[in-house]
């Protein structure tokens, strides 16, 4: 069984960045879809990004589109959240999430499709 460990949150700067990472173990992370979804205080769980099992497709929500951009590297079982022109509203519990698929080229943007998650990593962004 696969698990996901996240690492890269932390403080941001409004208009900055920050990159997140989600490293795989007790399985290799070719097999899997793989999204990032986020949790503000209060809030309900939202899409973020999502990336197939090859890397040739993604998807993102409107609210991250021409920000946020997801690549992995399965070689070294990795995927990761590039965080650009960060805004207040980003600020969240951010976390990655598996889903074993026999299909190379599908993602999903449904958080109950996804059967793996990580602890997750907190960003917050400031002023």
């Known amino acids: 069984q696969v698990q996901l460990v996240e690492s890269g949150g932390g403080v941001g700067q409004a208009g900055g960045a920050l990159r997140l990472s989600c490293a795989a173990s007790?399985?290799?992370?070719?097999?899997?879809?793989l999204g990032w979804v986020r949790q503000a205080p209060g809030k309900e769980r939202e899409f973020g990004a999502a990336?197939?099992?090859?890397?040739?497709?993604?998807g993102d929500a409107d609210s991250v589109k021409g920000r946020f951009t997801v690549s992995r590297d399965n070689a070294k079982n990795t995927v990761y959240l590039q965080m650009n022109s960060l805004k207040a509203e980003d600020t969240a519990v951010y976390y990655c999430?598996?889903?074993?698929?026999?299909?190379?080229?599908?993602?999903?943007?449904?958080?109950?499709?996804?059967?793996?998650w990580g602890q997750g990593t907190q960003v917050t962004v400031s002023a």
């Open positions: 007790g399985g290799g992370l070719g097999a899997y879809a």
């Open positions: 990336i197939c099992r090859g890397g040739l497709f993604t």
């Open positions: 999430a598996g889903r074993r698929t026999q299909y190379s080229s599908t993602w999903s943007s449904k958080a109950n499709e996804y059967d793996y």
